[in-house]
């Protein structure tokens, strides 16, 4: 099959929509860009090669077809040397669980376990007592004026939650949040040279720092809750050569911490402005705190931690009507996705109420093995907000960093009503 060739004018005029995506208009309000973006097609072509899908319905079913695969490390070595995917960081990146494909991605899977019931309730106690210091805290600052809450609580409770559940010392947190917030840049969707070096120095750190931690952790076993100690009883029995096993171990612990900290950080903070921008949705979760699960998904819908998720045509295949080519990149504009009126009744608008589907956590084999606990944390926090605080008010907009596939917000200015 042929690829669609793209008229000069409209690879032009994609060009300029990606380009208003990094403005800070843009990045403040992205979505009249992915309704440009839509009104092209539910797939239309990537002017850098490949294709963008902004329809709901074609980004479900790529997340779930097991035709489509995830850019993993072979599919990353045949683009070559001068790409982007040839990058440390990017080879590096392709080596954790949510860039594998099977079998290996269901190897690796069922040994790193899950959040299952006993696990969510233990962390549930300790992201409550998290949850209570963070809003003591914040509530303390209020009194003096504004706070961050993104810096305060936002960022905080994420790297509270893994940094305890792995044993990581409470002091290297804020240097581990650092790194993740820099290792981002290399699965962003168009990073440049430098956004690249910086992941690549980020990748470095990392990698030393969880090589250690494995190390540690093989001498020193914790108890039977630790999930390091865990993981290398598991591969100790799957993998013969004890440095592969504490490499798979380490890719484990890595993407627990990525995973953990960069979307649901996000998450926390997108759900606090959408509470605190509009008076009354913080008076209807007072009056019906059985909404607040609901209050989570819905933003998780509207503004998502992750806006693209990109997979590889493993074979010649028609998309809708377009013809994709073994080996092909399609990005799926999760952003767009969930502003399609197709699926979406009134899709511009924040309806709690509504009974929602969204692709934030992916799709399919690869659907987010973290979830549970981002909606722990999401829903406890909420709920708390709403108990124990006076109704927060919007000091100012928020800065938005200027990623196309990761959202997050630089800070959240708020101060009591």
């Not at 998780?300 to 073994?326: F, G, M």
């Not at 009126?341 to 309806?351: C, E, I, Q, T, V």
């Amino acid at each position: 099959m042929g690829s669609v060739t793209t008229p000069a004018s409209d690879r032009r005029a994609t060009i300029s929509l990606f380009s208003r995506l990094r403005t800070a208009d843009g990045q403040a309000d992205p979505f009249p860009i992915y309704a440009e973006l839509r009104a092209r097609g539910a797939v239309s072509p990537a002017p850098w090669g490949g294709h963008l899908v902004t329809g709901y319905g074609t980004c479900d079913q790529v997340l779930r077809n097991g035709v489509w695969l995830e850019p993993d490390t072979s599919w990353r070595e045949k683009q070559g040397e001068r790409t982007r995917w040839s990058a440390p960081s990017a080879r590096e990146i392709s080596r954790t669980l949510p860039a594998l494909n099977p079998p290996e991605h269901t190897r690796v899977r069922r040994s790193a376990g899950g959040f299952d019931r006993t696990t969510v309730e233990q962390l549930g106690r300790r992201v409550s007592q998290v949850v209570e210091g963070l809003l003591d805290t914040l509530h303390e600052r209020l009194r003096d004026g504004e706070a961050d809450f993104a810096a305060l609580v936002g960022e905080q409770l994420p790297v509270a939650t893994v940094g305890y559940w792995l044993g990581l010392p409470s002091a290297d947190w804020p240097r581990l949040r650092e790194l993740t917030h820099d290792q981002v840049f290399t699965q962003e969707l168009l990073p440049s040279a430098s956004q690249l070096a910086r992941s690549d120095a980020a990748l470095v750190e990392l990698r030393a720092y969880f090589l250690e931690l494995v190390r540690d952790r093989r001498r020193h076993p914790g108890d039977g809750d630790d999930p390091v100690s865990r993981w290398i009883r598991t591969w100790d029995e799957l993998e013969p050569d004890q440095d592969k096993a504490d490499e798979a171990v380490y890719f484990l612990a890595l993407f627990v911490l990525l995973a953990a900290l960069e979307t649901t950080a996000t998450l926390l903070s997108t759900m606090t402005l959408l509470l605190v921008e509009e008076p009354g949705r913080w008076g209807l979760l007072h009056e019906h705190p059985d909404l607040v699960p609901a209050f989570v998904e819905e933003t998780l819908r509207y503004d998502s931690p992750t806006h693209v998720i990109s997979r590889i045509a493993s074979q010649d295949c028609l998309l809708e009507d377009t013809e994709v080519k073994a080996g092909e990149m399609v990005h799926l504009m999760v952003g767009a996705a969930h502003r399609d009126p197709a699926r979406f009744p009134d899709a511009g608008s924040f309806d709690p109420r509504r009974k929602v589907a969204h692709l934030a956590f992916s799709g399919g084999i690869h659907y987010c093995l973290g979830a549970p606990l981002a909606r722990l944390e999401a829903q406890t926090l909420l709920s708390r907000m709403i108990a124990r605080l006076p109704r927060l008010t919007l000091v100012r907009r928020p800065a938005m960093a200027p990623r196309v596939a990761f959202r997050r917000l630089m800070n959240l200015d708020v101060s009591l009503t």
